[in-house]
Structure formats: C-alpha cells, structure tokens
C-alpha cells in the first residue's frame, strides 16, 4: 500500500498494467471514529469516483486501503482526494470541515515492447519435397536482429516439437535425422534484442527411403569355394577313370 503524498506518483505493475493498492492516511486535531473520503477526477469534485465511509480500526491511526481490484483509478491520471469527519469519538455525530484537498498522479502504462515482422524463410522453402533426413535451415536476417528461436516441429501449430534451439546466425543445421517421408513445420522468430512477431510456419517432406531391388546377376562366390569346387570335380573325374580302366581290365 502506498500513502499518496501531495503529487505522488503512484506506480503500475509493469506485468500487470495493475495500479498497487492505495494506503490513505491523515490526521486531525482530534480523535473521530467515523470519517468520509472523496476521490475524484478533478480538484471541483465534480467527476467522483469514490464517496467512502470510513470507521478507521484505531482512532489514533485513521485510515482506508482502496484496493486495486476496485479499479477506481486508471494509469496515466491525476487524482484528488479530500476527508472530514461524520462521527467524534464521543458518539457525536455531524459533518466537519473537509480537509485540504490532496492530489496524486497514477503512473502511465508501461509501453508495451514493438514487436516488428518476423524473418523470412528461406530454404527448406514452403512445401518441399525430397528433402534431406538433415536439412538445413536458413532465413533473412532482421534489422538489428543478434539472436533467433527456431522451431521444428511435426505439426503445424509447432506442438509436437522435434527441436526448439536459439541460434546467432540466420542458418541451422540439423544434426540429427528425421523420419523417412515424414512432414515438418519450422518457423523462427527475433528473440533479441527485442522479439518479434514469429515468421509464417512452413512445411517440408523428408524424401522416402529408397528400395533396395534384388539383383540380376548371380552372386559371386569366395576363390576358396570355386577351388573346392575343382578339387572335387577332378577327384571325381578320376575316380571315374579309374573305375572304367578296372572295368576293363575285368572283360579282358
């Protein structure tokens, strides 16, 4: 909570846009257990934004938090605010003097960070086919660009991501292997010095795996085989000669 002094500048919650909750705090001559608190717009408190009743817990300290959920006040304005009695310690009751008006100023909004177009891609270009298991990436740097977030994922809202790395230069090489006639979305974006809107998503296709077609020719056979081969052929032949001489040999 935040006592708003004379000119205070309230801040805003640069991630929220949210205005903190403001601590009013006075103090009068003499004690009171009931007050009322005026904010406005304008120093006439013509264009009110709270008219509040207050019972301060102690009478020594009084006091109001307006909360920032109420959203009473909006970055960027000026406010003022005043406060009088309604009820005196004793139990009397009737309007006092209104104090002096105090006013205040609510921090304007952060600007929200430019974001400018995102790099154009390049190669693989949008829809290619035939495309290498490990292809590389490459796009058109942007304007003061120093460091880029590539995706590469297998669906086109880059959910089922296969790779997500930051990279200095306007190229990538993929160092792995993708799946065989598969589908892959990529896109990239600035990360810094700033962000900027992320590039158009494209799509390629891995080139299919090549069949293997059985071959026409005979298989060549090991040197040790075709001498086993004529070994036993010539043992063959000889053995057959030799029967034949002793068939002979027998009719004579």
């Known amino acids: 909570p935040i006592s708003p002094a004379m000119d205070e500048v309230i801040p805003v919650d640069p991630d929220t846009a949210e205005v903190a909750d403001i601590n009013?705090?006075?103090?009068?001559?003499?004690?009171?257990?009931?007050?009322e608190l005026w904010l406005a717009k304008d120093e006439e408190f013509g264009d009110t934004v709270v008219q509040e009743t207050i019972?301060?817990?102690?009478?020594?300290?009084p006091?109001?938090?307006?909360p920032s959920r109420r959203a009473a006040t909006e970055p960027g304005e000026t406010y003022y605010w005043k406060v009088k009695v309604t009820r005196a310690v004793t139990g009397e009751t009737g309007?006092?003097?209104?104090?002096?008006?105090?006013?205040?100023?609510?921090?304007?909004?952060?600007?929200?960070?430019?974001s400018y177009p995102g790099p154009t891609l390049l190669t693989?270009?949008?829809?290619?086919?035939?495309?290498a298991r490990s292809p590389s990436f490459s796009w058109r740097s942007s304007p003061e660009a120093t460091e880029y977030e590539l995706t590469l994922a297998k669906?086109?809202?880059?959910?089922?991501?296969?790779?997500r790395v930051s990279v200095s230069e306007v190229r990538y090489d993929y160092d792995a292997e993708l799946d065989w006639a598969t589908a892959y979305f990529w896109q990239v974006k600035v990360t810094e010095p700033s962000h900027s809107e992320p590039s158009p998503v494209f799509s390629f296709t891995?080139?299919?795996?090549?069949?293997?077609?059985?071959?026409?020719?005979?298989?060549?056979?090991?040197?040790?085989?075709?001498?086993?081969?004529?070994?036993?052929?010539a043992a063959s032949i000889a053995a057959s000669i030799t029967a034949f001489i002793i068939?002979?040999?027998k009719r004579s």
């Open 24 to 35: 009013f705090k006075w103090q009068h001559p003499t004690q009171a257990t009931k007050y």
């Open 124 to 131: 693989p270009t949008n829809d290619a086919t035939e495309v």
């Open 63 to 66: 006091g109001w938090t307006l």
């Open 206 to 233: 891995v080139v299919a795996q090549e069949e293997v077609e059985p071959s026409s020719q005979p298989a060549k056979l090991p040197s040790w085989v075709w001498t086993a081969i004529a070994s036993f052929a």
């Open 155 to 163: 669906d086109e809202a880059l959910e089922r991501v296969v790779a």
């Open 95 to 114: 309007d006092g003097e209104w104090s002096e008006v105090m006013s205040f100023a609510i921090e304007s909004s952060a600007p929200q960070e430019t």
């Open 55 to 61: 019972i301060p817990r102690s009478p020594l300290a």
């Open 247 to 249: 068939t002979r040999r």
